[in-house]
Nanobody, 120 residues
Framework: QLQLVESGGGLVQPGGSLTLSCLAS????????IGWFRQAPGKEREGVSCISKSGLSRNYADSVKGRFTISRDNAKNTVYLQMNSLKPEDTAVYYC?????????????WGQGTQVTVSS
């Protein structure tokens, strides 16, 4: 059973930076596509970014393009989300998600989330 643990959240001023990490409990991590989602108070969970199993394909929500960068280090079983030029509207709980196509369909897994607060 894959487990995901996020870290790196915290309080940062507008314009600041944070790097989130998502550590997977099993390997090889390259069996899984990984995504970052976020959920702000009173809002639905939304996709932020995702990265393919090889790391060659990356996608971003329009709201974070040019500011956030997703990367993965399969040798360390870790996926990162580098967040620059943070805005108050980036405040949310950020979740790591992994999915794997299996014969029965798709298996997916969620981390417990890490809080990011952007405020002066």
């Amino acid at each position: 059973q894959l487990q995901l643990v996020e870290s790196g959240g915290g309080l940062v001023q507008p314009g600041g930076s944070l790097t989130l990490s998502c550590l997977a409990s099993v390997s090889p991590l390259e069996l899984y596509s990984i995504g970052w989602f976020r959920q702000a108070p009173g809002k639905e969970r939304e996709g932020v970014s995702c990265i393919s199993k090889s790391g060659l394909s990356r996608n971003y929500a329009d709201s974070v393009k040019g500011r956030f960068t997703i990367s993965r280090d399969n040798a360390k079983n870790t996926v990162y989300l580098q967040m620059n030029s943070l805005k108050p509207e980036d405040t949310a709980v950020y979740y790591c998600h992994a999915d794997q196509i299996v014969p029965a369909g798709v298996s997916d897994y969620w981390g417990q989330g890490t809080q990011v607060t952007v405020s002066s």
